[in-house]
């Protein structure tokens, strides 16, 4: 008679009787074989050493399936992404030399890429990522979210294992629009400026913080999860728009003396964010100490117009792509000519709204073909004198040059 070898019980004592080569085995045995095994060994711990260390070579092959162009801040991601996991598994090896990990900010135009590259390294990572936005965030106590609530988001991609999200990555967002607004310390209070800065320093730097699980509003009688954010990357990023004034001042003034016209010519006025150093982010509005934890500087240039096409037909999920096998799936075959697809090029960089200018484009001129889809089997060509007249008509000329 069929019995599990383990506890004795027969087969109609049991839910499950799995058989083996020389025995059975129970349900029951197989659930609390398993508990042991959880509190022996601790299964549920985020276990650093089956991460695939990636080269920074590697990721950034990555990245230019997804992102066009921006090389340097490619880079910059890439080898501090690649850090991160060689820290990860340093604090299992308890090495003499401690690494310490180095937070970065993105700079860069509106449309240039920033919070792309930061959805794309999520695409790839194998620790918790989350992307939260600064314009929530306030002071303890104030109309908004706390700044304890990007911890929550990082909880919540963790799945609440704490261990893992001690050790993920987090983006945050329009990290300019909670500058101060001047280069003094405000004499009155700024909620949502100065003060979120100042909560973010000890989430930068490294402390335990009390998160609330479900995010919210702190009170008395929540339960609270202690988070350990020392091995936490931050990665933050901002359009800083206005920053080019701070610096080309500090350029301006720094430039004296013999050979200062040459020193000025050598200057590429149209991309001044290159130049950008830490001063100018003090002169934008951070306070001192957030700059200083934020250590790796990384700019991102404009979009010009051959890097534009190269983004609307190019990358893995380009737009065009998209609105082929859109069409695709209504088995119709969509045909962009070169001529449309330069002229959608040129309004976006006529409007200067960045790669964002391109959807926005693109969806004003497919609005009729997507509402009235084209018989199955027959193919549509997006002609340039079709997207002039679509733009035109579905935007009653908002779209037209100001000149």
């Known amino acids: 008679m069929d019995k599990c070898s383990l506890c004795g019980r027969k087969k109609s004592e049991v839910n499950i009787l799995l058989s083996g080569v020389d025995g059975h085995v129970c349900d029951d045995c197989i659930i609390k074989a398993y508990e042991l095994i959880q509190e022996e060994f601790g299964t549920n711990d985020f ?6 260390l990636l080269k920074p070579k590697e990721i950034k092959a ?18 501090a992404v690649y850090n991160h996991y060689k820290r990860l598994r340093q604090q299992k090896d308890k090495e003499e030399v401690e690494l ?19 959805r794309t390294i999520a695409k790839m990572l194998q620790v918790p990522f989350t992307i939260v936005d600064a314009t929530v965030l306030t002071e303890a106590g104030y ?8 911890l929550t988001r990082l909880l919540q991609a963790a799945d609440y294992n704490v261990d893992a999200a001690e050790r993920g990555i987090v983006f945050i967002d329009e990290l300019d629009k909670i500058a101060r607004k001047g ?18 320093l000890k989430l930068l730097e490294g402390s335990i913080v009390n998160v609330p ?30 920053i080019e004034r701070k610096i080309s001042n500090r350029l301006n003034t720094q430039i004296v003396g013999y050979g200062a016209h040459k020193k000025r010519e050598n200057i590429d006025k149209e991309n001044l964010l290159q130049y950008i150093v830490p001063q100018d982010l003090r002169a934008f509005g951070l306070i001192p100490e957030i700059v200083g934890r934020l250590p790796i500087l990384a700019h991102l240039d404009p979009l010009s117009r051959d890097t534009l096409k190269r983004i609307l037909t190019e990358p893995k999920n380009s737009l065009i792509k998209q609105y082929v096998l859109l069409f695709e799936m209504d088995d119709v075959k ?54 002039e007249q679509k733009l035109d008509k579905n935007t009653k000329g908002r779209f037209k040059s100001a000149s």
């Open 213 to 242: 699980p479900q995010g919210g509003r702190k009170h008395p009688e929540q339960r609270m999860i202690p988070v350990d954010t020392k091995n936490i990357l931050f990665i933050c990023g901002g359009a800083f728009e206005g």
């Open 62 to 79: 990555f990245l230019d399936q997804y992102v066009i162009g921006q090389d340097y801040a490619k880079k910059v991601i890439s080898v």
């Open 47 to 52: 276990n650093i050493g089956e991460l695939k």
């Open 334 to 387: 969509l045909i962009f000519e070169d001529e449309a697809i330069d002229y959608i090029v040129d309004k976006a960089v006529e409007f200067k709204l960045g790669a964002r200018g391109l959807r926005s484009i693109c969806e004003t001129i497919m609005l009729d073909a997507m509402f009235d889809i084209p018989k199955k089997g027959n193919k549509f060509n997006i002609t340039k004198e079709f997207a």
């Open 143 to 150: 109309v908004g979210e706390d700044i304890e609530s990007l």
């Open 183 to 200: 280069d003094n310390p405000s004499i009155t209070r700024d909620v949502s400026g100065e003060g979120v800065q100042q909560g973010l």
């Open 100 to 118: 310490e990990k180095s937070n970065i900010i993105l700079v860069g135009e509106t449309g240039t890429g920033k919070t792309l590259i930061a």
